[in-house]
C-alpha cells in the first residue's frame, strides 16, 4: 500500500510516494504513503537547527525526536462527498466511523507502554478547555508563546500518530518545550484543578516516559532494538520465531495477537492473546470453533487466550451492529455480522470471511474495510495494527483505473517473467477513487490494496482504492521547500508530481500487488504448478523450492516481506508507466506522457534518497518499507551507469551540505527499463519460490548503508536529516447524529481543529472510555519492565 499513499495494502503510498504492504499470515494490507519526512538519528541538535530547542539536561535534542512548530496541517475536505449521500448511506457512514474510531484507540495500545495514559492525559485537559481557553493559562504559568504552541503541536502528534511514535518512520517524537514548563501547564489546567489527586497520577505515570530518549526507547523495535508493545519486554527474536512455528501448527494467524512470555517453575510459557470483546477462554455461545486452550510445543506450554482491547472490541462491534440496520445490501449485511463475530471471538477467520462478502460488494457508494490490518510496525512483521476506514466514491476519476483494471489482462503479459510465474486467472477486482469521511489508525495513506490475505488474494479477489482527498492535500509540494533537484527540474517535477503519482498508484496497487504466482503445495501434497518441468529463468534449472502447507510469503520472509514486496510493487509501476496504453488510460499522450514518465522515475530516485532518513545507523536497520523500497531502488538505477541517474554531494546556497539528483530522461526507455527489467523479474522468481536465502541476499544487498563505494551514504544520510521537512498530519471531520439525519462537523487545519477534532469524537462516554485505557494500560504495566 502507498502509505502517503496508503492503497490498501498497507500499499500505503504516497506522491513520493510510500506503498506500504504487509501481507503477513494471510493478511497482506498494501499501501501507498505519501511523501514524508519522519526521521529518526543522531542525539544532539546541531548548530544550525532553527527550531525551538528542547533542553535534556545540558544536552540539546536533535530535531528529529520533537515535531517542528511550522508543521504542516491540513483538513481533509469531504464535505461534497458526503453532502451527495443519501440519509441511509450518512447513516450507516456514521455508524462504521464510529466503529472504525473506537477501534482505532486500539494502536495506544499497541505503540507503547505510556501512549494510553499521555492520550488520556491531554483528553482530560482539553475536554476542560479548548486550546483557545488553555492559552492564556499557559502564558500565565510562564510558557512562552512558542511553548505553547509547541505543546499543541506534540498534543496534534500524538492525536494524529494514535501515539507517541511516528507512524512513518516509527521513531519517538517529545514535547519541544521543557518539561518543568510542560508540568507547569498540566498543574494550572483546569482539569488538574478539579481533580488534582487524579491528574497528578496521570503526569507521574506517563511524565517520565514521554520525555526520554534513552537509546531503546528512541525507535520501536524488538528486544534491545527498540520498543513494543506486540511483545512483552522479556521477548526476543527467537521467541517471536518459536511463536510463529506455534502459531502456523495451529493455523492461528497472528494478525490479531500479542505474545507474553514468563517462566513458571522452570518451564518457559507464552500467552498468545486474541484481540476480543469475550473474555472467557472457553467455548461460548455464537462461537462455532474456539481456539484457546493450553498446549505444549517444543518443550514449551502456549497458551491462547481472549481479551485483548475486550472493552474497546465491545464498542466496535456494538457499532458494527448499528450499522449494519442501514447497509445497502445482503453483501454488506454479512459482511458486518462476520466483522462482529472476529471481534467478538478473536476469530481471523471470520474476519476472512467479512472480507470475502466485502470483495462481492462490488461499487459500493460508501466503501470501508475495518480490522487489524497493517503489519508494518510488528517488528516481526506479522502482527496487524488495527485501523478502520469509511469512504465515499469519487465517480469521475474512478472510471480511470475501471479502465486500467479492463487492460489489466493484457499489461500482465508485459510484465519481464515467463508466464507460468504470472497467476492462472487475473480476478478483476474494484479499483475505486475515494474521499475519506475517516480514516483511523495511526496515519493516512494514499492508497490500498486489499484484502492482505493471501489464500483469498490468489484466488478470489481483492480491491484497490485511491484515497482522492488526501492525494490532493499531501502531495502538494511548494517550490522553495523541494529538496535535491536542479532548479531547472523543479517546475516540471511541481507540474507533474500529481498526475504521474495518480498512474504510479495505480499501477504499484493493481498490477504491483495485484500480480505474480506463489508455487504451492498444499497439505495434501497437491501442487499448483508442475514442479516437474518449471524451469527458474534465473538459474535455467528446474524449480527446487516452494510454499509447503500453511507457509505464507509473510511467514517465510518474515522481517524482509513488507520492503521486499513494496519495492517489487514500486517496479511493476515505473516499469508498466513506460508503456504508452496506460498513459493514454489516465490522459497523457505525446509529450504530456513523457513528462509523466520523467517526474514519475525522477520521484522514486529522489524518494530513494529521502529514504535514508528512514535508516538508523546505529542499529544498521530500517525503520520504514516503502523507503527502504526506494532506496534500493535508487541503488539499482545508479549501478545501471551510462550517465542514467547522477547523485552528488555539493554545498547549497547556505553554505550546509547539500545533494543533487540528476536523471537522464533520454536514457529512461534505455538503460532504465533494462535493469528495472532484470532486478524486477529477480524479485518475482525469488519470491514466487519461496527462496528466502536468495531474496535476503539481493535485497539485504542493495538496502546496505555504507561509506563505501561511489557514494558515501552514510554521509549523505547526514545531509539528508539536516534538509528534512516534516510529514504532514490531517484534520478529520466528525459526524453526529441529529434527529432523524446526521450531520458533518467539520475542523479548521490546525493544532487546535485536529486536538478538538479528538476531543469531541468521543465527548459522549469521555469518562468510562478513559477510565477503560487507562484499566487496559495499567493491566499490561508489569510486562514491559525487562
Same mark, same amino acid.
Given at each position: 500500500?502507498?502509505?502517503?499513499?496508503?492503497?490498501?495494502?498497507?500499499?500505503? %503510498?504516497?506522491?513520493?510516494?510510500?506503498?506500504?504492504?504487509?501481507?503477513?499470515?494471510?493478511?497482506?494490507?498494501?499501501?501507498?504513503?505519501?511523501?514524508?519526512?519522519?526521521?529518526?538519528?543522531?542525539?544532539?541538535?546541531?548548530?544550525?537547527?532553527?527550531?525551538?530547542?528542547?533542553?535534556?539536561?545540558?544536552?540539546?535534542?536533535?530535531?528529529?525526536?520533537?515535531?517542528?512548530?511550522?508543521?504542516?496541517?491540513?483538513?481533509?475536505?469531504?464535505?461534497?462527498?458526503?453532502?451527495?449521500?443519501?440519509?441511509?448511506?450518512?447513516?450507516?457512514?456514521? +455508524?462504521?466511523?464510529?466503529?472504525?474510531? +473506537?477501534?482505532?484507540?486500539?494502536?495506544?495500545?499497541?505503540?507503547?507502554?505510556?501512549?494510553?495514559?499521555?492520550?488520556?492525559?491531554?483528553?482530560?485537559?482539553?475536554?476542560?478547555?479548548?486550546?483557545?481557553? !488553555?492559552?492564556?493559562?499557559?502564558?500565565?504559568?510562564?510558557?512562552?508563546?512558542?511553548?505553547?504552541?509547541?505543546?499543541?503541536? +506534540?498534543?496534534?502528534?500524538?492525536?494524529?500518530?494514535?501515539?507517541?511514535?511516528?507512524?512513518?518512520?516509527?521513531?519517538?517524537?517529545?514535547?519541544?518545550?521543557?518539561?518543568?514548563?510542560?508540568?507547569?501547564?498540566?498543574?494550572?489546567?483546569?482539569?488538574?484543578?478539579?481533580?488534582?489527586?487524579?491528574?497528578?497520577?496521570?503526569?507521574?505515570?506517563?511524565?517520565?516516559?514521554?520525555?526520554?530518549?534513552?537509546?531503546?526507547?528512541?525507535?520501536?523495535?524488538?528486544?534491545?532494538?527498540?520498543?513494543?508493545?506486540?511483545?512483552?519486554?522479556?521477548?526476543?527474536?527467537?521467541?517471536?520465531?518459536?511463536?510463529?512455528?506455534?502459531?502456523?501448527?495451529?493455523?492461528?494467524?497472528?494478525?490479531?495477537?500479542?505474545?507474553?512470555?514468563?517462566?513458571?517453575?522452570?518451564?518457559?510459557?507464552?500467552?498468545?492473546?486474541?484481540?476480543?470483546?469475550?473474555?472467557?477462554?472457553?467455548?461460548?455461545?455464537?462461537?462455532?470453533?474456539?481456539?484457546?486452550?493450553?498446549?505444549?510445543?517444543?518443550?514449551?506450554? @502456549?497458551?491462547?487466550?481472549?481479551?485483548?482491547?475486550?472493552?474497546?472490541?465491545?464498542?466496535?462491534?456494538?457499532?458494527?451492529?448499528?450499522?449494519?440496520? =442501514?447497509?445497502?445490501?445482503?453483501?454488506?449485511?454479512?459482511?458486518?455480522?462476520?466483522?462482529?463475530?472476529?471481534?467478538?471471538?478473536?476469530?481471523?477467520?471470520?474476519?476472512?470471511?467479512?472480507?470475502?462478502?466485502?470483495?462481492?460488494?462490488?461499487?459500493?457508494?460508501?466503501?470501508?474495510?475495518?480490522?487489524?490490518?497493517?503489519?508494518?510496525?510488528?517488528?516481526?512483521?506479522?502482527?496487524?495494527?488495527?485501523?478502520?476506514?469509511?469512504?465515499?466514491?469519487?465517480?469521475?476519476?474512478?472510471?480511470?483505473?475501471?479502465?486500467?483494471?479492463?487492460?489489466?489482462?493484457?499489461?500482465?503479459?508485459?510484465?519481464?517473467?515467463?508466464?507460468?510465474?504470472?497467476?492462472?486467472?487475473?480476478?478483476?477486482?474494484?479499483?475505486?477513487?475515494?474521499?475519506?469521511?475517516? @480514516?483511523?489508525?495511526?496515519?493516512?495513506?494514499?492508497?490500498?490494496?486489499?484484502?492482505?490475505?493471501?489464500?483469498?488474494?490468489?484466488?478470489?479477489?481483492?480491491?484497490?482504492?485511491?484515497?482522492?482527498?488526501?492525494?490532493?492535500?499531501?502531495?502538494?509540494?511548494?517550490?522553495?521547500?523541494?529538496?535535491?533537484?536542479?532548479?531547472?527540474?523543479?517546475?516540471?517535477?511541481?507540474?507533474?508530481?500529481?498526475?504521474?503519482?495518480?498512474?504510479?498508484?495505480?499501477?504499484?496497487?493493481?498490477?504491483? =500487488?495485484?500480480?505474480?504466482?506463489?508455487?504451492?503445495?498444499?497439505?495434501?501434497?497437491?501442487?499448483?504448478?508442475?514442479?516437474?518441468?518449471?524451469?527458474?529463468?534465473?538459474?535455467?534449472?528446474?524449480?527446487?523450492?516452494?510454499?509447503?502447507?500453511?507457509?505464507?510469503?509473510?511467514?517465510?520472509?518474515?522481517?524482509?516481506?513488507?520492503? +521486499?514486496?513494496?519495492?517489487?510493487?514500486?517496479?511493476?509501476?515505473?516499469?508498466?508507466?513506460?508503456?504508452?496504453?496506460?498513459?493514454?488510460?489516465?490522459?497523457?499522450?505525446?509529450?504530456?506522457?513523457?513528462?509523466?514518465?520523467?517526474?514519475?522515475?525522477?520521484?522514486?530516485?529522489?524518494?530513494?534518497?529521502?529514504? !535514508?532518513?528512514?535508516?538508523?545507523?546505529?542499529?544498521?536497520?530500517?525503520?520504514?518499507?516503502?523507503?527502504?523500497?526506494?532506496?534500493?531502488?535508487?541503488?539499482?538505477?545508479?549501478?545501471?551507469?551510462?550517465?542514467?541517474?547522477?547523485?552528488?554531494?555539493?554545498?547549497?546556497?547556505?553554505?550546509?551540505?547539500?545533494?543533487?539528483?540528476?536523471?537522464?530522461?533520454?536514457?529512461?526507455?534505455?538503460?532504465?527499463?533494462?535493469?528495472?527489467?532484470?532486478?524486477?523479474?529477480?524479485?518475482?522468481?525469488?519470491?514466487?519460490?519461496?527462496?528466502?536465502?536468495?531474496?535476503?541476499?539481493?535485497?539485504?544487498?542493495?538496502?546496505?548503508?555504507?561509506?563505501?563505494?561511489?557514494?558515501?551514504?552514510?554521509?549523505?544520510?547526514? %545531509?539528508?536529516?539536516?534538509?528534512?521537512?516534516?510529514?504532514?498530519?490531517?484534520?478529520?471531520?466528525?459526524?453526529?447524529?441529529?434527529?432523524?439525519?446526521?450531520?458533518?462537523?467539520?475542523?479548521?487545519?490546525?493544532?487546535?481543529?485536529?486536538?478538538?477534532?479528538?476531543?469531541?469524537?468521543?465527548?459522549?462516554?469521555?469518562?468510562?472510555?478513559?477510565?477503560?485505557?487507562?484499566?487496559?494500560?495499567?493491566?499490561?504495566?508489569?510486562?514491559?519492565?525487562?
Amino acid at each position: 500500500m502507498l502509505r502517503g499513499f496508503r492503497i490498501w495494502k498497507k500499499i500505503s %503510498t504516497r506522491m513520493g510516494f510510500e506503498p506500504t504492504r504487509a501481507e503477513h499470515n494471510g493478511l497482506a494490507v498494501h499501501r501507498l504513503n505519501h511523501s514524508a519526512t519522519s526521521s529518526s538519528g543522531t542525539i544532539f541538535l546541531r548548530s544550525w537547527s532553527s527550531s525551538p530547542v528542547l533542553k535534556s539536561g545540558l544536552n540539546m535534542v536533535d530535531s528529529q525526536y520533537y515535531l517542528p512548530n511550522d508543521i504542516g496541517i491540513s483538513a481533509l475536505d469531504c464535505g461534497e462527498a458526503f453532502r451527495l449521500l443519501s440519509p441511509r448511506e450518512q447513516m450507516y457512514s456514521h +455508524y462504521l466511523s464510529r466503529a472504525a474510531w +473506537y477501534g482505532g484507540l486500539v494502536v495506544l495500545l499497541q505503540t507503547s507502554p505510556e501512549s494510553a495514559n499521555i492520550f488520556v492525559l491531554l483528553q482530560k485537559i482539553f475536554r476542560k478547555q479548548p486550546a483557545a481557553e !488553555l492559552e492564556p493559562v499557559a502564558m500565565a504559568a510562564g510558557l512562552t508563546s512558542e511553548e505553547y504552541q509547541a505543546f499543541l503541536v +506534540y498534543a496534534a502528534g500524538l492525536y494524529a500518530n494514535m501515539g507517541n511514535y511516528k507512524s512513518f518512520g516509527d521513531t519517538k517524537f517529545i514535547p519541544n518545550l521543557p518539561k518543568d514548563q510542560l508540568k507547569a501547564l498540566v498543574f494550572a489546567t483546569q482539569a488538574f484543578q478539579e481533580q488534582p489527586n487524579e491528574m497528578e497520577a496521570l503526569w507521574d505515570s506517563c511524565s517520565s516516559a514521554l520525555f526520554s530518549l534513552e537509546d531503546k526507547q528512541k525507535q520501536l523495535g524488538l528486544g534491545n532494538k527498540g520498543i513494543t508493545t506486540y511483545f512483552s519486554g522479556n521477548c526476543g527474536l527467537e521467541d517471536a520465531e518459536l511463536a510463529q512455528k506455534f502459531l502456523d501448527s495451529k493455523n492461528l494467524s497472528a494478525y490479531n495477537t500479542r505474545l507474553f512470555k514468563k517462566e513458571n517453575g522452570g518451564k518457559m510459557c507464552y500467552e498468545v492473546r486474541l484481540a476480543s470483546a469475550v473474555q472467557k477462554d472457553c467455548a461460548v455461545d455464537g462461537e462455532e470453533e474456539t481456539s484457546c486452550g493450553s498446549f505444549d510445543f517444543e518443550d514449551k506450554e @502456549f497458551t491462547v487466550k481472549r481479551g485483548d482491547y475486550a472493552q474497546l472490541m465491545e464498542k466496535v462491534s456494538h457499532y458494527l451492529e448499528k450499522a449494519q440496520a =442501514h447497509a445497502a445490501n445482503e453483501n454488506q449485511k454479512r459482511m458486518l455480522e462476520e466483522y462482529r463475530r472476529s471481534f467478538t471471538f478473536g476469530s481471523i477467520d471470520a474476519h476472512k470471511e467479512g472480507s470475502r462478502y466485502w470483495i462481492k460488494d462490488k461499487g459500493p457508494i460508501v466503501e470501508s474495510y475495518i480490522g487489524f490490518i497493517e503489519s508494518y510496525r510488528d517488528p516481526f512483521g506479522s502482527r496487524g495494527e488495527f485501523e478502520g476506514f469509511v469512504a465515499v466514491v469519487n465517480k469521475a476519476m474512478s472510471e480511470r483505473f475501471a479502465k486500467l483494471v479492463s487492460s489489466a489482462e493484457v499489461l500482465l503479459p508485459e510484465l519481464p517473467w515467463p508466464r507460468d510465474f504470472e497467476k492462472d486467472t487475473f480476478l478483476k477486482p474494484d479499483f475505486t477513487s475515494l474521499d475519506v469521511l475517516t @480514516f483511523a489508525g495511526s496515519g493516512i495513506p494514499a492508497g490500498i490494496n486489499i484484502p492482505n490475505y493471501d489464500d483469498i488474494r490468489q484466488s478470489e479477489g481483492f480491491k484497490n482504492v485511491s484515497l482522492g482527498n488526501v492525494l490532493a492535500v499531501a502531495y502538494a509540494t511548494q517550490k522553495e521547500k523541494l529538496t535535491f533537484l536542479e532548479e531547472e527540474d523543479k517546475d516540471v517535477y511541481i507540474k507533474w508530481k500529481g498526475p504521474s503519482f495518480e498512474v504510479q498508484v495505480g499501477l504499484h496497487e493493481l498490477l504491483g =500487488h495485484g500480480s505474480g504466482k506463489l508455487f504451492v503445495q498444499d497439505d495434501k501434497g497437491k501442487f499448483n504448478f508442475d514442479q516437474s518441468t518449471l524451469i527458474n529463468p534465473e538459474t535455467g534449472e528446474k524449480v527446487t523450492s516452494w510454499y509447503r502447507g500453511s507457509e505464507t510469503w509473510d511467514s517465510k520472509f518474515s522481517t524482509m516481506a513488507s520492503s +521486499y514486496e513494496e519495492c517489487r510493487a514500486e517496479c511493476v509501476g515505473l516499469y508498466l508507466c513506460l508503456n504508452k496504453h496506460v498513459l493514454s488510460i489516465f490522459g497523457h499522450d505525446g509529450q504530456d506522457a513523457e513528462e509523466v514518465v520523467y517526474v514519475n522515475w525522477l520521484n522514486m530516485v529522489r524518494a530513494g534518497l529521502l529514504g !535514508l532518513e528512514f535508516y538508523t545507523s546505529e542499529s544498521s536497520s530500517w525503520r520504514q518499507a516503502h523507503m527502504q523500497a526506494r532506496f534500493v531502488i535508487l541503488r539499482v538505477l545508479l549501478e545501471a551507469g551510462e550517465g542514467l541517474v547522477g547523485l552528488e554531494e555539493v554545498t547549497g546556497e547556505d553554505g550546509r551540505p547539500d545533494a543533487r539528483i540528476t536523471l537522464d530522461r533520454t536514457k529512461i526507455h534505455s538503460v532504465g527499463k533494462t535493469a528495472i527489467q532484470r532486478f524486477l523479474c529477480k524479485l518475482q522468481v525469488l519470491k514466487a519460490t519461496a527462496d528466502v536465502a536468495g531474496g535476503r541476499a539481493l535485497y539485504d544487498g542493495y538496502s546496505a548503508v555504507t561509506d563505501s563505494g561511489p557514494h558515501n551514504f552514510l554521509r549523505l544520510r547526514d %545531509t539528508v536529516l539536516l534538509r528534512k521537512e516534516a510529514r504532514k498530519m490531517f484534520v478529520q471531520a466528525n459526524t453526529r447524529v441529529n434527529g432523524e439525519g446526521v450531520e458533518l462537523v467539520e475542523y479548521e487545519g490546525s493544532a487546535a481543529g485536529l486536538i478538538r477534532s479528538f476531543t469531541e469524537r468521543f465527548q459522549d462516554d469521555a469518562e468510562k472510555l478513559e477510565a477503560d485505557l487507562l484499566e487496559l494500560s495499567k493491566r499490561d504495566s508489569p510486562c514491559w519492565c525487562h
